[in-house]
């Protein structure tokens, strides 16, 4: 293997992982918040507007992570600043 | 690298300007809107018709939601918030019509609109409270989180253009490589999806925008 297929190779898992770990995070951060709205819309019906808003701010922060992965692993892929250094 | 489907394609050059898909398709979205409000307009002139009912209702809707999240009167940037709302909007359905991408799936474009709010929130806070209000609110509560204000302020700025960036790109790639995997109809679910997120990705920003700009009026620590 030469050294630009190392790097393909190493860039290819390493965006994989970026993803993967990326959407767990917020995944768990995502469902304990809907967990605590539907909770709290369930105990108060009345605030479900006021709730319902609140917490689609807060996963919209949240969700943020996720995408931010997502940026650095098709920067890994893509747009690659250290990739001139290993093209044949 | 330049053909990808997340890169900027260049349809012609006037010059030295390369003018982009995504130029074209913002001026589409700029066209469609100003088209359908000078129809209203056009129409509120002689009596009460269908246009201006549903005109009116969308406008009051965004108003009561944006009443609800300032806590305050939000009237003073009432037409920011519902024409970034409408161009967001109705930029991300965009990407729906055969053969056009959404201009939002280009970084530029988001960096633009959160460009905007960034300027938008010392316009807004010094017009209300003056310059002197508006530089004392970094000094609260202590002076020693200033530096961490200062970096709040650009941090919020990058997460609304990458946000919006991100969502709308990835939803596009979504599609394209269900397109070039499956068949014609594969993708027909993932688009629903996609009528669901632009709009809820519009309604975020403008949330968001709201917030940003009724902290910077109120004094208030917002949310980053």
Redesign the interface.
């Known amino acids: 293997m030469d050294k630009h297929t190392i790097f393909v190779l190493v860039a290819m898992l390493l965006a994989a992982l970026t993803t993967t770990l990326g959407s767990i995070g917020p995944a768990i951060g995502q469902s304990r918040a809907i967990i605590s709205a539907l909770d709290a819309i369930a105990r108060q019906p009345d605030a479900s507007?006021?709730i319902s808003?609140a917490l689609?701010?807060g996963l919209?922060?949240i969700?943020?992570l996720a995408?931010?992965c997502?940026?650095i692993a098709?920067i890994i892929l893509?747009?690659n600043p250290f990739s001139k250094f290993f093209t044949p | 690298m330049d053909n990808n489907e997340f890169f900027r394609q260049i349809v012609f050059r006037i010059g030295p300007i390369e003018v982009t898909t995504t130029m074209l398709y913002s001026l589409v979205v700029s066209a469609i809107l100003i088209g359908l409000a000078s129809v209203v307009h056009v129409l509120m002139a002689r009596r009460l018709s269908d246009w201006q009912v549903a005109a009116e209702f969308l406008i009051e809707h965004l108003e009561a939601i944006m009443r609800d999240m300032s806590a305050g009167d939000p009237r003073p940037y009432t037409p920011l918030v519902v024409t970034l709302a409408l161009f967001i909007g109705v930029a991300n359905l965009l990407g729906l019509l055969p053969g056009m991408r959404a201009p939002t799936a280009d970084l530029s474009t988001t960096a633009a609109l959160a460009v905007v709010v960034f300027l938008a929130v010392p316009f807004y806070g010094i017009r209300a409270r003056g310059l002197a209000g508006y530089l004392r609110h970094y000094l609260k509560p202590s002076p020693l989180l200033l530096p961490v204000e200062v970096i709040t302020e650009f941090s919020r700025t990058l997460a609304l253009a990458v946000r919006l960036f991100g969502n709308v790109m990835s939803e596009e790639l979504v599609i394209a490589v269900l397109l070039s995997m499956a068949g014609l109809l594969v993708p027909v679910p993932m688009m629903m999806l996609v009528v669901l997120t632009g709009i809820v990705q519009a309604y975020i920003f403008s949330v968001l925008t709201v917030v940003y700009l009724s902290a910077a009026v109120r004094a208030e620590k917002a949310p980053s």
């Open positions: 507007d006021r808003r689609f701010v919209a922060m969700e943020s995408i931010y997502l940026v098709l893509f747009a």
